[in-house]
């Protein structure tokens, strides 16, 4: 007798419960299943190896294994000298060994700090030993020597941090670059200390290394069977101690005795620009036997801001013609060393120091000369002369260098440039003082050479000004129209390094037709622009906006919108230039001449528009809107709201 449905469903849970005889089929086919299933992977597994391919290296990772089990081990070193002073140009040597049995390869960026990291910290001193004074132990009374523990304990210096230089390029920017390593191999690396921690005072400091192989965001390019080491590892401690240089200068008397040779400098108290002071040295061997010097192979010359920091030139200092010195004993030397203003271009105006360096050499301390005080800074006087050289002299070469110097300077010059009377001067250098006054007062407006864009306002009656304030500041006592003003700003352009650029603002109540009156006001500059006049148009909400260009005339589209304004309502048309078929990859696009003619048909509203743009069949717009002057610039936004909402950028002729 057949089951019946109730009595096929379990009671408690409601699954259809089968009869046994089906029950057993399919536990029997379960089993046949299992049977082929082992089968077919033992065939599978036979024929792996005829089809597998080679295992990739394998990846070695991060782990908290200590950094001794690092395939890789760093360690950094820093070249042997008696004295290391702040301001230096200390190296500091990375190098990198594989210690594993198969090729490594890892980054090494060794400039923007991403994945090297040095931790630099100073030592206090020892604990004293009561009732004993250590002797002093060193080259000589009066100068440091970190071996020394009569000099720890009379400096009795704290412990100090020294804070890890910002992530960044370093002054020789390196360009990151993957490193293979070879089976214990071993690849040196030089940077310089003053690219990973910024020391400032003087002490005795301890200082390691950390490296991350590879960054998780690097992707070295390295051929297959070459491992990637992303490990990271931990150097050694290395000792290092550190003068300042006013600790450096204290010891000057001290030094000069112990090498018996003393330096003394003299120079002029202020720079003048293109008129070379070279500096005086004296050179007095107060040993008793003849001293030979190297010159000027053996001098470093050192520039000091106020703050005690060292002032690097951009360029190599020349010091002057390469000769051998011999001192005899008890007797002196004079040389000149070249000295002028390049040294300090670029630097802030100011007080500074200088002073002369002799090198250490195997045998013998570096010695510093006397300070001597510097004044950069350009006067009302050396302005003059700066302008008189750049407007009527003759120039050689392919720069005018007096002009060069007035423009790098031109932000601070601004007082001194106000104060230059012009009836001393040429008619082109009283023509050169006048833009260089203005260009000095703009320059607060864009401190760096680059684009500028200069907004140009448009208020509902018609007026349109510049509402930049620094521009408003340069022409307070000048009372020109808005089109003059752009034109001397364009004028001068070249002193700032700008490159000049027109951002229009209209008021959402302005006409369109004094838009178009403000462009035509500028429209004899169009030529000197970066680009044509430009502004930025929000939607209703201000989630997105559109830019708008404002061409002197009518460009080629392959959309063309005509917005106008009929009995107080807004009107829309549109025509648009699909691609062919038979000529793929060539966009098809309105002229000009045929958008005068183009039959535009009407849309009904911007819901219209949306559609247009929606369908699909032009995958690229050029949109050229044509707006009637009568329109105000709200309305011509609101008709516009789908262009706004896809961000589409759009061409805007008033006609």
Same mark, same amino acid.
Request: overall charge positive; proline content about 11%.
């Given at each position: 007798?057949?089951?019946?449905?109730?009595?096929?469903?379990?009671?408690?849970?409601?699954?259809?419960?089968?009869?046994?005889?089906?029950?057993?089929?399919?536990?029997?086919?379960?089993?046949?299943?299992?049977?082929?299933?082992?089968? &077919?992977?033992?065939?599978?597994?036979?024929?792996?190896?005829?089809?597998?391919?080679?295992?990739?290296?394998?990846?070695?990772?991060?782990?908290?294994?200590?950094?001794? #089990?690092?395939?890789?081990? +760093?360690?950094?070193?820093?070249?042997?000298?008696?004295?290391?002073?702040?301001?230096?140009?200390?190296?500091?040597?990375?190098?990198?060994?594989?210690?594993?049995?198969?090729?490594?390869?890892?980054?090494?960026?060794?400039?923007?700090?991403? #994945?090297?990291?040095?931790?630099?910290?100073?030592?206090?001193?020892?604990?004293?030993?009561?009732?004993? +004074?250590?002797?002093?132990?060193?080259?000589?009374?009066?100068?440091?020597?970190?071996?020394?523990?009569?000099?720890?304990?009379?400096?009795?210096?704290?412990?100090?941090?020294?804070?890890?230089?910002?992530?960044?390029?370093?002054?020789?920017?390196?360009?990151?670059?993957?490193?293979?390593?070879?089976?214990?191999?071993?690849?040196?690396? %030089?940077?310089?200390?003053?690219?990973?921690?910024?020391?400032?005072?003087?002490?005795?400091?301890?200082?390691?290394?950390?490296?991350?192989?590879?960054?998780?965001?690097?992707?070295?390019?390295?051929?297959?069977?070459?491992?990637?080491?992303?490990?990271?590892?931990?150097?050694?401690?290395?000792?290092?101690?550190?003068?300042?240089?006013?600790?450096?200068?204290?010891?000057?008397?001290?030094?000069?005795?112990?090498?018996?040779?003393?330096?003394?400098?003299?120079?002029?108290?202020?720079?003048?620009?293109?008129?070379?002071?070279?500096?005086?040295?004296?050179?007095?061997?107060? %040993?008793?036997?003849?001293?030979?010097?190297?010159?000027?192979?053996?001098?470093?010359?050192?520039?000091?801001?106020?703050?005690?920091?060292?002032?690097?030139?951009?360029?190599?200092?020349?010091?002057?013609?390469?000769?051998?010195?011999?001192?005899?004993?008890?007797?002196?030397?004079?040389?000149?060393?070249?000295?002028?203003?390049?040294?300090?271009?670029?630097?802030?105006?100011?007080?500074?120091?200088?002073? +002369?360096?002799?090198?250490?050499?195997?045998?013998?301390?570096?010695?510093?000369?006397?300070?001597?005080?510097?004044?950069?800074?350009?006067?009302?006087?050396?302005?003059?002369?700066?302008?008189?050289?750049?407007?009527?002299?003759?120039?050689?070469?392919?720069? #005018?260098?007096?002009?060069?110097?007035?423009?790098?300077?031109?932000?601070?010059?601004?007082?001194?440039?106000?104060?230059?009377?012009?009836?001393?001067?040429?008619?082109?250098?009283?023509?050169?003082?006048?833009?260089?006054?203005?260009?000095?007062?703009?320059?607060?407006?864009?401190?760096?050479?680059?684009?500028?864009?200069?907004?140009?306002?448009?208020?509902?009656?018609?007026?349109?000004?510049? #509402?930049?304030?620094?521009?408003?500041?340069?022409?307070?006592?000048?009372?020109?129209?808005?089109?003059?003003?752009?034109?001397?700003?364009?004028?001068?352009?070249?002193?700032?390094?700008?490159?000049?650029?027109?951002?229009?603002?209209?008021?959402?109540?302005?006409?369109?037709?004094?838009?178009?009156?403000?462009?035509?006001?500028?429209?004899?500059?169009?030529?000197?622009?970066?680009?044509?006049?430009?502004?930025?148009?929000?939607?209703?909400?201000?989630?997105?906006?559109?830019?708008?260009?404002?061409?002197?005339?009518?460009?080629?589209?392959?959309?063309?919108?005509?917005?106008?304004?009929?009995?107080?309502?807004?009107?829309?048309?549109?025509?648009?230039?699909?691609?062919?078929?038979?000529?793929?990859?060539?966009?098809?696009?309105?002229?000009?001449?045929?958008?005068?003619?183009?039959?535009?048909?009407?849309?009904?509203?911007?819901?219209?528009?949306? %559609?247009?743009?929606?369908?699909?069949? &032009?995958?690229?717009?050029?949109?050229?809107?044509?707006?009637?002057?009568?329109?105000?610039?709200?309305?011509?936004?609101?008709?516009?709201?789908?262009?706004?909402?896809?961000?589409?950028?759009?061409?805007?002729?008033?006609?």
């Amino acid at each position: 007798m057949p089951i019946t449905e109730p009595e096929r469903r379990c009671p408690t849970c409601a699954f259809v419960r089968l009869p046994p005889a089906q029950v057993g089929h399919l536990r029997s086919l379960r089993r046949a299943m299992v049977r082929w299933f082992a089968l &077919l992977m033992f065939f599978l597994g036979c024929g792996t190896p005829a089809f597998a391919q080679p295992a990739p290296p394998p990846l070695l990772r991060p782990s908290a294994r200590p950094a001794s #089990n690092e395939p890789v081990r +760093v360690e950094i070193s820093i070249p042997p000298a008696q004295t290391h002073v702040i301001g230096d140009p200390t190296q500091l040597v990375w190098r990198f060994t594989n210690t594993s049995t198969q090729a490594l390869a890892f980054m090494w960026e060794g400039c923007c700090r991403n #994945n090297g990291k040095v931790e630099m910290k100073r030592q206090g001193p020892p604990p004293p030993v009561t009732g004993i +004074v250590p002797p002093h132990t060193g080259p000589g009374s009066g100068i440091y020597s970190p071996k020394c523990d009569h000099c720890k304990q009379t400096r009795k210096l704290g412990e100090l941090t020294v804070e890890s230089t910002v992530a960044g390029p370093a002054q020789a920017h390196q360009f990151a670059r993957a490193v293979r390593l070879a089976p214990g191999a071993t690849q040196e690396f %030089s940077t310089r200390l003053a690219d990973w921690v910024k020391a400032e005072f003087t002490g005795d400091y301890r200082l390691h290394a950390q490296y991350l192989g590879v960054q998780p965001k690097q992707r070295p390019q390295m051929p297959r069977g070459v491992a990637l080491w992303n490990g990271r590892t931990t150097s050694t401690e290395l000792e290092l101690s550190l003068l300042s240089v006013a600790d450096y200068l204290a010891e000057r008397a001290a030094r000069a005795a112990t090498r018996q040779l003393r330096l003394e400098l003299a120079g002029p108290a202020k720079l003048v620009p293109f008129q070379p002071a070279p500096l005086k040295l004296r050179l007095t061997n107060t %040993s008793r036997a003849e001293q030979r010097l190297d010159w000027p192979a053996c001098l470093d010359l050192w520039l000091v801001a106020t703050n005690g920091t060292r002032v690097v030139p951009f360029t190599e200092p020349d010091l002057g013609p390469a000769e051998s010195l011999r001192i005899p004993s008890g007797s002196f030397v004079e040389r000149e060393v070249l000295f002028s203003h390049e040294l300090f271009v670029g630097e802030p105006f100011g007080a500074y120091q200088v002073f +002369v360096d002799l090198r250490e050499t195997s045998g013998s301390l570096r010695v510093p000369s006397n300070l001597i005080p510097v004044t950069w800074q350009l006067d009302r006087e050396l302005v003059t002369q700066l302008v008189r050289a750049a407007a009527d002299k003759p120039l050689t070469g392919a720069r #005018n260098e007096p002009l060069k110097l007035l423009r790098l300077y031109l932000g601070e010059l601004a007082g001194p440039l106000r104060a230059v009377d012009p009836a001393t001067l040429s008619p082109a250098a009283a023509k050169l003082t006048a833009d260089l006054r203005t260009a000095a007062a703009l320059k607060p407006l864009s401190p760096k050479p680059g684009r500028v864009d200069l907004s140009l306002r448009v208020w509902p009656d018609g007026k349109f000004e510049f #509402n930049d304030a620094a521009l408003v500041a340069a022409f307070a006592g000048r009372p020109l129209p808005p089109a003059a003003q752009f034109g001397e700003v364009i004028a001068v352009r070249r002193h700032l390094g700008w490159d000049v650029a027109a951002s229009l603002k209209p008021e959402p109540g302005t006409p369109l037709r004094h838009v178009a009156t403000a462009l035509a006001a500028i429209a004899p500059l169009h030529a000197n622009l970066d680009n044509a006049p430009s502004t930025t148009l929000f939607n209703a909400d201000s989630t997105a906006f559109s830019s708008v260009t404002f061409p002197a005339t009518v460009i080629p589209a392959n959309l063309v919108l005509r917005v106008t304004k009929s009995g107080g309502a807004v009107k829309l048309a549109a025509a648009r230039r699909l691609p062919d078929p038979q000529r793929p990859g060539i966009e098809a696009m309105f002229s000009a001449p045929e958008i005068a003619k183009a039959a535009l048909i009407e849309l009904p509203n911007t819901a219209a528009l949306e %559609s247009l743009l929606a369908d699909g069949r &032009l995958a690229a717009p050029r949109p050229l809107v044509l707006a009637a002057p009568d329109l105000t610039w709200a309305e011509l936004s609101a008709a516009l709201a789908p262009l706004l909402n896809r961000s589409l950028a759009f061409d805007l002729v008033v006609q």
